[in-house]
């Protein structure tokens, strides 16, 4: 209790603290933004829950990792890791996932856990079990006396977070393809009436979901660290932000995955950093009922 | 009609988890060991560099003409398991190994939590174990007789941190009660033993602590840590959170350019946070249980610096980084054995948990010589400190090669 | 027809009964297939009698592991020392002491989760399908995190309880008969609740909980009730398990989200969701090949223990009963006419 009240008196003595930690959860949000708008993709076009969303982000973390290790530029590692993990993607989809759209939502959950411990498994077999990570040696910008640091690798990372999603947006909106999966996603029914190859559109999205979740990973490994085993942590943000934002709602992605982002630092600071995964989760579970008592206002029939 | 097919199944599959123990025979016998250890899931890195230092302990002693038990030679055989760095798996699997695979003797798991979980296995079946890493004094004040540590406890590893820094304020015309501690912890037995014997230290010392943190299994985030860090200016940092703890500590103490006069953590050579991170390393204090440039010797490993250089030529996957301490310790915990075994004479298992416990022996990891709890009492824990990139150890003195360079930066 | 099931029922047993001395030296695997056994089949209840899919079960095995361990812990000494970071020290427990206390803290393990169930259900249960199943997923890591910070009862270093006293293999037996009764117990009473209209009821919920709730069924007692039982037992298998594996903690052994707690539904799946012989069948089925993948496949067990999952899920979905249930339809007293 008293390192709770130190801590909260700390954010008033200090208010530039909170700017601070703003900055850092929308930093970390960023990222999260970009793993949660694939998963909001699947889920709204094909009725797919990826569980294994976070083994795609550490996928493609290996993938740009691996690059660093043969000598080639960090950077080029983002969109390496894009291209093959849009592979990967449409392997899993032809596999797994083109045979669970059609079924109930229970049975994507499950196979796409499946999927998830095996691709772990895997990634372990052949880069081993250490934690990685990929220095890229820049340096750190500092404001306000230096308590304020975006270090320029972040940046980097969130301003290469940002023109992806900017053009994932610009290419749903615009193309031909972007249009025939928001048709689909309204009503794949009708999608196929009016002439559109929805199988085709189904393995477009989710290998557009696993390529972008890659270059996340790809992010991910030149400003924090990644481990076979480490994918879980954001399988579980991204249903947290999705379940929150609602599906086919992309600014709402974007304001819940910042939002998140920068409430768990905030919690993470005034309860311990200890409490951070159970502060995502609680708010998943705050989000759920607030739902519920919507819903309950406006019952009618539930489907 | 159906549940008999089920009893088939069940008895088919029973019989073949009978038929795995056979034995492989060459000229020398075999002297057949267990260990459940983590090839998977978040300790894997340091299961994995345990498992290394086992399997190198075993080829050397078989070059080396083997175990003499009898006037007959021997050499050692490991079964190993994955437990998944999972508690409940590494109990079960050790009852596996002991009722299944009818094992006499076994050597321990990665981290005090496996260790923890499976010491109440070996002693209900008097199995005697040598473990190499698993350090929180827990393990050694509940009476188990079967267990044997060849590492110090976990509280010996920041103690002489704690005591430096201490002496560093004196320096300074400060008190030493005046120095103030950040600490954050993994929150795993391991780490909270660390935090359990810095903050005994600090107490003894009047310091106080003003951080206290504990980090996150999954998320390698501590930025929240180091805001704090940064307002409240702590005079000694410590961090301990096995390998990823150590990574993440390092990279983002140089990102956010914290300026604490004194770093101490844990696990950076298992982290390789020089070849990692390079210069961001520099002036890190480290607690390491052993360091190859220390004046310890054997006549099967020779020296520390020569276990390292024949270390890496077998396993050339550690070419360009330090072989971390805690594949040392692994082997040394199969030359114990090695020992017993010969002392003895005998495998009787109880026989050989008696030689275990008068072993008094001097090796290239340090000497060994276990308490009636069954630690070692016998070797220190020793700090190095990244000085251009190069570990030097700056204490406790008597081993001290090189002058702790504080402030850190 | 009803001669032959009774024999089979009864060979059943008498197996029950001579396993542990048939296979002393499988005597935990064997126990660990009861406890998959008791976890399939309360879970069953929900998802496959009910159509409510939970991936928070775990929580009440989480829950009944620790409430179990402090009420025996704290029956004899002060809870927060005995689980001190630093170790504690000598703690002995007698004979009395160690049973009264597991035999209590089991049966108040049953009843906390029953309570909880209840008062966690009564917000899950509003929502419905993908949102039951990751509310109440959220529910059991939230209380993982939560018991994982909770210095009191050991934080993440978790709790040692004390060892069986007196001999090792009796012990081991003791530990397979505990759960193979509360095994045979849950079997014995879902049988039984199946046949009964309450039975009936939550079916009901599953094929159309509108139409059932216009046909005057209480459908949210009904759900409550149905997971407060499994909770019950779920409750009791959680707490047995913390006194046998003697040393547990929160995130990785009680609050196994991931594992287990995933395991249970695959069991269910692979078995056939909604029958009565499904979830056992499953349950041996997947017990058998994760020990056996694990034993001689070290490495890529995960692999292939993924491999199952996904091939399970994906061809197999109505599970060993359904496809014998297709193949044999007159075994379960379903008539057919030929058609040929």
Redesign the interface.
Known sequence: MD?ILS?LS?LVD?PI?NL??LI?GIM?GAIFVLVAYGLALVWGVMNV?NLAQGDFVISGGYVSWWLVQQGFPALLGVPVAFVVMWGVGWVAYKL?IS??IE?D???S???T??????????L??MF????Q?V?L?YD?L?FAD??I?V?I??LIGVLMATVLAASVIWFMKTSRMGQAIRATAQDARAARVMGIDTEKVYAFTFSLNSAICGAAGAIIVMV??I????G??YA?RA?VIV?AAGLGNLPGVIAAGLGIGALE?FG??IF???????IA??L??IV??I??IQ??RNRQ??? | MKKLSILTVLLTGSAMLFSQASLATSDCGEIIIGSAISLTGKYAANGVHAKNGYEYAISVIKEKGGITVGGKCYNFKVIYYDDESKGDRAATLAERLISQDKVQYLLGPYSSGMTKAIAPITEKYKIPMVEAEGASRSLFNKGYKYIFAVLSTSEQYLASAVALAAEKAVENGRLASSVTIAIAVENDPFSLDIRAGVSDDAASFGMKIIIDEKLPRDLSDMSAILTKVKLLKPDLLIISGHTKGALTAVRQIGEKNIKVPMIAITHCEAADVVGNFGDTANGILCATQWSETLAYEDELFGTAAEYEMGFKSAFPEYKNKKVPYQTAQATAAVYVFKDAFERANSFDKEKIRDALSATDMKTFYGDIKFSEAGNNIAKPMVLRQIQNGVYNVVAPSEFASHKVIWPRL | MAKKKLILYALILVFTFIAPFAFPAYGTQLATLWLMIIVAITWDMTGGQMGYNSLGNIFFYGTGMYVAALISIGQVYDVGEYTSAAGGGIYEFTDAQYFSGLFLGVISAGIFCSITAVLIGYITFGLRGPYFAIGTLAVAIAAGELVSNWEWVGGGQGIALPVYPGDLDVGKTFFYFLFASVGVSVFIFVKWLYGTRFGAAINAIRDDEEKAEAMGIHTLRYKLITWAMAAFFVGMAGGISGFQLIHFEPLETAYQTINLGIFMVVCVLLGGKGTLWGPVVGAILFHLFKEVTWTYFLGWQWVALGALIVVTVVYFQDGVMGWVMRKRPEWFGIRVEESK
């Open positions: 390192q801590n700390m200090f603290v601070k930690i850092d970390i829950k797994v045979r669970v079924r939502m229970f049975t959950l499950l196979a856990f499946g999927l998830a411990i095996m691709m772990a498994q895997i372990n077999l081993g079990s250490d934690t990570s220095d040696g750190t500092f230096g308590l640091d270090p690798a972040k924090w660290l481990q076979p085993f480490y879980i942590a579980i249903f379940t630092q993470a600071h311990g950093i200890g409490y951070q995964q159970a989760v609680v998943l579970l759920l009922i739902r519920l819903q309950k029939v539930l489907k």
